[in-house]
């Protein structure tokens, strides 16, 4: 980054700016960095202040059924009864929410769910070929534990119902192995009798802890070349055959391309640009107990109760959950005591003391796709954002995707699915 001499000297010249430097910022950062672009990331808190860092720590590669679907149309008003469960939308933001709810409704129908399985799964593909890479890249492999997650349910019905699910995995040559008994309790010593049964995903890893990819990510990136700027963009426009890019304090950015990766908070930055794009978020909390609160083998899924406990270096970290309350309300950690609650009597040897709380926003459409693509203003900016519950997940793939995009190479994977303007369509 360059201060430009002519009539504003405040004023700073860039190759491309990546605005947010969470999970997705810095995974573009990283690709762009290997294609001999030079850098500027630029976040108002820093590297991996936000979602990305306390996130459940999956590379949930075969995830691929998107939450807008006909299943959860129909768990739904039962999970709602609960104002503690997995799923809740906070008094006072149920007005605001119920638009995005409207096209979640339509995303859900049974022709678009599988045009979002098909979407999903592609992206997917291309994140297990290259999260992997990306981690040796800046040599952090020691954080990647392919250990493979066990999803497990109480009793006979929530697994039948499980199948369905199941069977769109087998479709997309996703292995998996049903487990019971004997099996079922040595892959995870110590669940209540009340677990029946359980799906051993091998292909599944997790990270040893989510901040620590961010942080081992941006030391790769500066080491490297690129710059850091603390800085609240405040919006983006096209200028000559770049981008001016508006501070906060009133200094702008001139670069030749842009991408907004700013997770949760990306809505205003893209209506500047002329996308209008029903971001949300699906708020999400969790604990996370010290090491000893129980020996964890690997991530193991309650999918019923709509969280997950996961062995990190940092701890027993114990979450998930989906408030829909925006991104201004205070946190209700009650919600984190909550799951903790639930947690020890499906895991009833864990001990419940000593856990540090936390929230986190997950950056949603109703589609539960994310956003990848130029924006309308200009394509020398490129968007990535909305990843929802699966940023982490995603990173690398979105990382190639969009230097694909900025390079004006044909990209790895269609990306019409995860146009900005896709919404338009409703
Ligand atoms: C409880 C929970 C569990 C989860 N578990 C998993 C999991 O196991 N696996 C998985 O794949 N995903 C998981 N996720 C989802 C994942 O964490 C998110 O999808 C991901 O972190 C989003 O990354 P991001 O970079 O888009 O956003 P963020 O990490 O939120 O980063 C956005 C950045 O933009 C910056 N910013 C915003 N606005 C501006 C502005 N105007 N100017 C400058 N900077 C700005 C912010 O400071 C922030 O650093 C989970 C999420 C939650 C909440």
């Not at 720590?57 to 059924?65: N, Q, Y």
């Not at 534990?145 to 929530?158: A, K």
């Not at 009340?194 to 080491?223: E, M, N, R, Y």
């Not at 950015?253 to 205003?268: N, P, R």
Request: glycine share 12%.
């Amino acid at each position: 980054m360059t201060q430009e001499n002519d009539k504003d000297s405040d004023n700073i010249d860039a190759d491309v700016a990546v605005i947010g430097a969470g999970i997705i910022g810095l995974s573009v950062a990283m690709y762009l960095q290997a294609e001999g672009r030079r850098v500027l990331l630029i976040d108002r808190k820093g590297i991996g202040q936000e979602t990305s860092a306390g996130n459940a720590g999956a590379l949930a590669f075969s995830d691929i059924l998107p939450l807008a679907s006909p299943r959860i149309l129909r768990q739904a008003p039962r999970w709602l009864m609960d104002p503690l469960g997995p799923l809740a939308i906070r008094p006072g933001y149920a007005l605001q929410i119920a638009p995005w709810l409207m096209r979640f409704g339509l995303a859900s129908r049974p022709a678009a769910y599988r045009a979002s399985i098909e979407a999903i799964t592609a992206l997917m593909r291309l994140a297990a070929q290259e999260f992997g890479k990306m981690l040796a890249q800046a040599n952090a492999s020691y954080m990647l534990r392919p250990e493979g997650s066990l999803q497990v349910y109480e009793g006979e019905e929530q697994f039948q119902a499980s199948l369905a699910g199941w069977e769109e995995r087998t479709k997309a040559g996703i292995e998996f192995e049903h487990v019971s008994g004997e099996r079922l309790r040595q892959l995870q010593p110590g669940l209540a009798d009340s677990i029946t049964a359980g799906t051993f995903v091998p292909q599944w890893a997790t990270v040893s802890d989510p901040s620590g990819v961010c942080q081992a990510l941006g030391a790769h990136l500066l080491k490297n070349g690129a710059e850091l700027c603390q800085e609240q963009i405040q919006n983006l426009a096209p200028h000559g055959n770049g981008v001016a890019i508006k501070l906060s304090q009133g200094r702008v950015i001139h670069a030749k391309q842009a991408v907004v990766a700013t997770g949760a908070w990306s809505g205003q930055l893209a209506a500047g640009l002329g996308n209008s794009v029903p971001l949300e978020t699906e708020r999400g909390y969790n604990t996370t107990l010290p090491q000893s609160a129980f020996d964890l083998k690997r991530q193991v899924i309650f999918g019923t109760h709509g969280f997950v406990a996961t062995p990190l270096s940092t701890g027993i970290r114990i979450g998930g959950a989906v408030e829909l309350g925006g991104l201004k309300l205070p946190p209700n950690f009650q919600r984190s005591a909550d799951m903790l609650a639930k947690a020890s009597r499906l895991l009833p040897g864990l001990r419940t003391e000593g856990g540090k709380q936390w929230m986190g926003f997950r950056p949603s459409l109703p589609d539960s796709l994310p956003v990848i693509g130029y924006s309308a203003a200009t394509s020398q900016v490129v968007y990535a954002f909305g990843h929802g519950h699966l940023g982490l997940t995603q990173s690398a793939a979105t990382g190639k995707l969009v230097s694909e995009l900025l390079a004006g190479k044909k990209p790895s994977v269609s990306l019409e699915p995860f146009r900005a303007d896709r919404f338009r369509l409703f």
